[in-house]
């Protein structure tokens, strides 16, 4: 009964996830990857086009708020991927027992090999990969409707390079079947990305003193240290106990078309981490930013007062 109440990746994915067959070379992965990421790639500028006009004929100008409609267009069509792959990235994650396993397991050895490579390959990142990517070829497409202001120059330019680093090295990942597991893992991170979107339309909206906005806040704030922060932990000790960039582990799985440079691609697994804890002090602070709002002005205004 099991094995039945187990997602059926293959019905449910509009490409064929069967077919990541090729030879084993850079041009050959990106030929097979991107052949399949293109359609979502049109599907998200799609959706962004359609709710731009359905925006326009709702009687909105160029402007919403304090923010372009394309912007809001956009982080609409934002919304709809992370509500569509975030759910699925997480049964993904529940359904694999290598996944599963790596995170009961805090990262042990048992796991960990198989977390590079299993007996079964990861259909659920098949599945999904592709659509994610599509995402990102669309949001950059679509970068003339990001919100590009001085303030935010880091954190775009960081964004920017986050989707060309995904797009370069996740097709890696399913096409020689060598660290998707990890991908899966990434794609569920976008639950965060949900909230940050649900705040940001808050916030544009003007609506920043709503308890909505604090209940978003707090959610983001929770998932983004619990997922991204904490949840890193497993899977770094997970990489440290088979390291995907070992050339050795990856001698041991050939034959199996893995690429010479596999190495080079797994080393990238840490970057993610890193951005993390980045933006994960930023969320933090911001959070208690708003929680200590509050106070803070009250102390100001008795310094003001004192000097």
């Not at 996830?17 to 052949?35: L, R, Y």
């Not at 049109?42 to 709702?58: D, E, P, Q, R, T």
């Not at 912007?71 to 994650?93: E, Q, R």
């Amino acid at each position: 009964g099991g094995a039945r109440a187990a997602m059926d990746w293959v019905a449910l994915s509009p490409h064929d996830i069967q077919d990541f067959h090729g030879e084993p070379t850079a041009p050959a992965m990106f030929a097979k990857v991107f052949s399949k990421a293109w359609i979502y790639a049109a599907i998200f500028v799609a959706a962004w086009a359609v709710v731009n006009l359905a925006l326009k004929l709702m009687g909105f100008g160029e402007k919403i708020g304090d923010q372009r409609r394309g912007t809001w267009a956009l982080k609409s069509a934002m919304l709809l991927h992370h509500g569509l792959v975030t759910p699925l990235a997480l049964i993904g994650i529940f359904q694999d027992p290598a996944t599963l396993g790596m995170y009961t397991c805090f990262g042990c050895s048992e796991f960990a090999g198989r977390m590079n490579r299993d007996s079964i390959p990861p259909l659920a990142a098949r599945a999904l990969t592709p659509v994610t990517l599509g995402y990102f070829l669309g949001d950059l497409i679509l970068l003339s409707q990001w919100n590009l202001t001085k303030s935010g120059a880091v954190e775009n330019g960081l964004m920017l390079f986050h989707h060309v680093a995904s797009l370069t090295v996740w097709p890696a990942a399913i096409y020689f079947d060598w660290v998707a597991r990890y991908v899966i893992i990434m794609l569920s991170y976008e639950f965060t990305s949900f909230w940050l979107t649900v705040i940001w339309m808050l916030s544009a909206a003007d609506m920043k003193k709503s308890p909505l906005y604090f209940v978003a806040g707090l959610v983001f704030t929770l998932s983004f240290v619990v997922m991204r922060m904490v949840g890193a932990l497993p899977q770094l000790v997970a990489m440290w106990n088979a390291p995907p960039w070992s050339v050795e582990l990856e001698h041991k799985a050939q034959p199996g078309g893995i690429h010479p440079l596999c190495w080079l691609f797994s080393g990238s697994l840490v970057l993610p981490h890193l951005l993390n804890l980045f933006w994960g002090v930023k969320v933090v602070n911001g959070f208690l930013g708003v929680v200590f709002k509050g106070s803070k002005k009250e102390k100001n205004g008795s310094s003001k007062k004192d000097k």
